[in-house]
């Protein structure tokens, strides 16, 4: 009931290797720092994108290399449907990146995917992984160890750190995320906050009717969305909960810690 395989489809994930199908569902918290350790990350040219600086001018990323955009011609469509179009010299560059003037990358362990976007004011700290067609809005806070898939969205002043999106998850407006996972298709309501850290000292439990509490090990823990779960504005999570598939978190409402099976409704 509490497992990976029971919370996530990851047939299409480009990092299932970080999941253990039959761990419990937080396992992946455990394992993401050493995970994005071991990654490999490309060198991109720091004379256009430099370290904790803005960016003075847009920077393209294709085929691993970071080209200057000032002769570049743009077609903003919808990143996350692939729409993002970067031409240059009149020929288009197929799966570029763009990251915009004023967004800031800090430290040398982010990759960038294909067709990402990453507005004014983003701030980036490594170590980061942005999936093909995710979309990093203006004032995104990422605070290392932010693993995104494809087609995610990191929205607007939304702060995040050490924590999973999987495939098509989306906090587009004002939310906090730690140590949290987004499973695929989930969408988090605007001014959505994961709490992740007790008052009470020591590690975060779970309990469960069947079995009682189950010791997570985590002092630091937010909410584990299963796919296709979502929440509404202004919502809540206590630390250590679990919503599982297809379950939805009302509007100005707070969850309990613990376990809420697929399709319940928390008003």
Not at 98 to 106: D, E, Q, W
Not at 186 to 214: D, H, V, Y
Not at 234 to 248: D, E, F, Q, R
Request: with cysteine; glycine share 14%; proline share 4%.
């Amino acid at each position: 009931m509490l497992t990976v395989q029971s919370f996530f489809d990851l047939s299409d994930f480009p990092h299932s290797d970080l999941f253990e199908p039959t761990a419990y569902v937080w396992q992946p918290l455990s394992a993401l720092k050493n995970y994005m350790d071991g990654c490999t990350y490309p060198e991109y040219d720091r004379t256009l994108i430099g370290d904790g600086i803005p960016l003075p001018g847009h920077v393209i990323i294709h085929e691993g290399r970071a080209l200057a955009a000032t002769e570049a011609e743009i077609v903003y469509g919808d990143t996350t449907k692939g729409r993002l179009q970067i031409s240059l010299a009149g020929k288009i560059l197929e799966g570029a990146s763009l990251l915009m003037a004023g967004a800031t990358l800090l430290g040398r362990k982010i990759a960038i995917g294909r067709g990402v976007l990453v507005e004014t004011g983003a701030m980036i700290k490594s170590p980061a992984i942005i999936g093909d067609m995710t979309e990093v809005r203006q004032g995104a806070y990422l605070r290392g160890y932010c693993l995104a898939g494809k087609r995610c969205v990191l929205g607007h002043t939304t702060e995040i750190k050490h924590s999973i999106f999987m495939n098509d998850a989306k906090a587009g407006h004002f939310a906090y995320l730690g140590d949290s996972i987004l499973g695929g298709n989930t969408n988090l309501g605007a001014g959505t906050k994961f709490a992740n850290l007790r008052f009470l000292p020591g590690t975060i439990t779970i309990f469960m009717k069947e079995s009682g509490r189950i010791d997570t090990g985590l002092k630091k823990f937010g909410a584990i969305l299963g796919d296709t779960s979502q929440t509404g504005c202004n919502s809540v999570t206590s630390p250590g909960t679990l919503l599982g598939k297809g379950a939805i978190l009302m509007p100005n409402a707070t969850a309990k810690s613990g376990y809420h099976g697929e399709k319940t409704v928390l008003r």
